[in-house]
């Protein structure tokens, strides 16, 4: 582990409550003065080697910690994928202000284990997965760099470099296919994954790899296994009220079932459900509009009609107490108001399932390239 070692001496004066002075300052990246938050401030007392105080940087990367007035101290500073600076500081007087420049580390060894997601709700991950298709690729060099048919393991080794952006396809039989996106030090992002999930979060440490510091990201990436009428939900689906043209903050959920239904094998039917005010009757003809208005929206994002249905349910499956005539709070009734998706059918033959991450990543671009070219004709 390097540490960058810094001795700064200040003559400062008495503090107003004579007892203790004040460090302050800002805390930035030392390329692009990016100003960092949750940047770990440790201090330590030289004369006894003991630990005194810590402090984190605020979002604006400013931080303000006090000190004895009098005595040697070590600052020691650290943040995820940054390497850990140490400042030597002597006081003697006054407050003063002191700003700290970070350098990001190099490179990473990510390594993950695959293990089965058992429930969407609670995040629990259960087994480890074995025999999983895993393959990378970098979209910066356009090449691929680790293909794995049939994995044996159920943990995988991969370097992701500096200035490069990565994405990881998993898929396994009887599974959702995971993907995620992986940036770093790239498109604003110092280190940023797309599609890992809530389930788990990147452990980040500082180590020595191939004789060069590097960070060491090691996480659990979670599959689902697919199970048939098993109804899953569709975050953040709203409509206005008594309507169901699908509004825009409702497309990136949408979007998401879309990739889902590229990625996977199956057939689904999307079913709307609304709470119980209002008349059973027409809350059911509601829910059938809402739904219809989201497949459509769907197979106009290259989904075949024939892999989804549209189920208005009205209020006929609650998930609560909150029937007809039942008080309940506004929370309570919005639990009710969802939008579910659920695997009806297999497809026996998938495109997916014979295409690689490079084959799969060019026709993507390629389908961008010409909805770019029919918006740019559309705008003319």
Avoid at 102 to 128: D, I, M, Q
Wanted: hydrophobic share 35%; glycine share 6%.
């Amino acid at each position: 582990m390097k540490s960058v070692l810094i001795v700064i001496i200040f003559l400062i004066k008495i503090s107003l409550f004579g007892q203790s002075v004040l460090v302050s300052g800002s805390i930035s990246d030392d390329k692009n003065n990016r100003k960092l938050d949750e940047v770990l401030i440790e201090i330590y007392n030289q004369e006894s080697d003991g630990f005194l105080t810590s402090t984190y940087s605020d979002q604006n990367g400013k931080y303000a910690v006090a000190i004895p007035k009098e005595g040697n101290f070590l600052f020691r500073i650290e943040r995820q994928a940054y390497y850990i600076e140490e400042a030597f500081l002597s006081s003697n007087s006054d407050n003063f202000t002191h700003d700290i420049k970070l350098t990001r580390l190099p490179g990473y060894e990510f390594e993950a284990t695959v293990k089965e997601l058992l429930s969407y709700k609670n995040g629990n991950l259960g087994r480890e997965l074995k025999n999983t298709k895993i393959e990378i690729y970098n979209n910066t060099s356009d090449k691929e760099i680790v293909i794995i048919e049939d994995d044996p393991d159920n943990t995988f080794k991969v370097n992701f470099e500096r200035n490069n952006h990565y994405t990881i396809l998993l898929r396994k039989k009887g599974y959702f296919a995971k993907r995620i996106e992986v940036f770093v030090d790239v498109e604003g992002c110092i280190l940023c994954f797309e599609g890992l999930g809530t389930y788990a979060s990147p452990e980040i440490e500082s180590a020595l790899t191939e004789n060069n510091q590097r960070g060491s990201i090691i996480t659990d990436i979670a599959m689902k296994k697919i199970i048939q009428d098993e109804n899953i939900a569709l975050d953040n689906i709203y409509y206005d009220y008594d309507k169901w043209f699908i509004r825009k903050d409702a497309r990136p959920a949408l979007e998401n079932l879309v990739r889902i239904l590229k990625r996977n094998p199956i057939i689904v039917e999307l079913g709307s459900h609304t709470d119980s005010r209002g008349e059973d009757e027409y809350n059911m003809t509601l829910s059938d509009k809402r739904a219809e208005a989201a497949v459509d929206y769907i197979v106009s994002r290259g989904i075949k009609s024939s892999r989804i249905t549209a189920k208005g349910y009205g209020e006929s499956k609650l998930l609560n107490k909150c029937s007809n005539d039942v008080k309940c709070t506004d929370g309570e009734h919005q639990e009710n108001r969802r939008t579910e998706f659920k695997v009806t059918a297999f497809i026996e033959e998938s495109n997916f399932d014979n295409k690689s991450l490079k084959e799969i990543l060019r026709l993507e671009k390629e389908a961008g390239s010409r909805l770019k070219e029919t918006i740019n004709d559309m705008e003319k």
